[in-house]
């Protein structure tokens, strides 16, 4: 029988690391589909149009945005929540850093749509 060594902690560590990172790095593609599927100017458009009070279309708009940037902001939040996993776990202090920064992009690429997310509101708001 063949039996394979006991892994170290730091192996350990590392499988942590490299899982949650892969974890980290796959919410960034679904909340990009998040963002297309309710906030883009065509999803907005339809929305207003579908209601017939203009001030009806309009707050259903605002609600997709407003639904929508909450799930981007929750996903990019994962990637803080899993550093201070893994820094619970190994106390490391270093890598730790890296979940923070990927999430510190992923709020600037929430913050992009949500700024285009707007300007569609706006230009909305201006027909009614």
Request: a positive charge; glycine letters at 8%; proline letters at 4%.
């Amino acid at each position: 029988i063949h039996r394979s060594p006991a892994s170290s902690p730091g192996q350990t560590q590392q499988i942590i690391f490299f899982t949650l990172l892969a974890m980290t790095l796959a919410a960034f593609p679904i909340a990009v589909l998040v963002g297309g599927r309710r906030m883009t100017s065509e999803k907005l458009t339809a929305a207003f149009r579908t209601e017939a009070d203009p001030a009806q279309g309009l707050s259903v708009a605002i609600s997709r945005v407003r639904t929508g940037a909450i799930i981007m902001a929750a996903l990019g939040e994962v990637g803080a929540i899993y550093g201070l996993v893994f820094y619970f776990l190994s106390g490391d202090s270093i890598r730790p850093w890296v979940f923070i920064a990927l999430s510190a992009v992923h709020y600037v690429l929430t913050m992009m749509k949500l700024k285009t997310a707007r300007e569609d509101i706006d230009r909305l708001s201006q027909r009614h």
